[in-house]
């Protein structure tokens, strides 16, 4: 089983829909969490990290569920240039673990 | 401030080969982790390195290897290259104390022939 398992996709959604990306992880001891978005052939830049108490940043809203082990990030209102993957990412003992990513695709 | 950087940007290596990256922190980081990403996954973690020695390694072969010089740069080695070496290599770099809070630069992508 891998730690980090998200739903590969692609996720195709009309502009203005709203779109949402689920992830489980398999070690309970994790600390930190975190959704990165990457662009085709460019590096994994940090979206938003994820807490328990869930967290908005404008159009984007991340929860955790730590009883679960799944986390959550829910895109309002997409845009054309929300087109990316989406990786999921814990926080282990001293490196990241990435999902596989979910791709998403936002069409006019 | 610049952010991370990672020389070259492309390498097209032969199978047997060795090969050298280079990353740069950003400015004031002391932490340096390296990634492999392959086509359609994820990046998997090779290591971490701080203070000149690595801190953890991930589950890669000792064909992989690393180093750290005094002013935080990093380097990787990949010896006796394969062709599923071929992958986009990542350098993120991070303070010590918050080595979750990742900096990525943009990547050497190798290709092994």
């Known amino acids: 089983r891998k730690e980090v398992e998200q739903d590969p996709g692609p996720f195709n959604v009309p502009e203005g829909a709203t779109v949402a990306f689920n992830c489980t992880y398999s070690?309970?001891?994790?600390?930190?969490f975190f959704w990165y978005r990457q662009d085709c052939r460019k590096e994994p830049k940090l979206l938003m990290s994820?807490?328990?108490s869930g967290n908005e940043d404008g159009r984007f809203t991340a929860q955790l569920n730590r009883a679960s082990q799944y986390i959550s990030l829910l895109i309002r209102d997409s845009k054309l240039s929300d087109s990316a993957t989406y990786l999921c990412?814990?926080?282990?003992?001293?490196?990241?673990?990435f999902g596989t990513g979910t791709r998403l695709l936002v069409s006019p | 401030d610049a952010g991370v950087t990672q020389s070259p940007t492309h390498l097209i290596k032969t199978r047997g080969q060795q090969v050298t990256l280079r990353c740069s922190p950003k400015?004031?980081?002391?932490?340096v982790s390296w990634y492999q990403q392959a086509l359609g996954q994820g990046p998997q973690f090779i290591f971490q390195y701080y203070e000149e020695e690595e801190r953890q390694r991930g589950n890669f072969p000792d064909r992989f290897s690393g180093h750290q010089f005094p002013n935080y740069s990093s380097e990787l080695n990949v010896n006796a290259l394969l062709l599923g070496d071929s992958a986009l290599y990542l350098c993120?770099?991070?303070?010590?104390?918050?080595?979750?809070?990742?900096?990525f630069g943009p990547g050497t992508r190798l290709t092994v022939l």
């Open positions: 070690n309970s001891a994790s600390q930190s």
């Open positions: 990412v814990v926080g282990g003992f001293q490196k990241l673990v």
């Open positions: 400015s004031g980081h002391d932490t």
């Open positions: 994820v807490y328990s």
């Open positions: 993120a770099s991070s303070f010590r104390d918050r080595d979750n809070e990742q900096f």
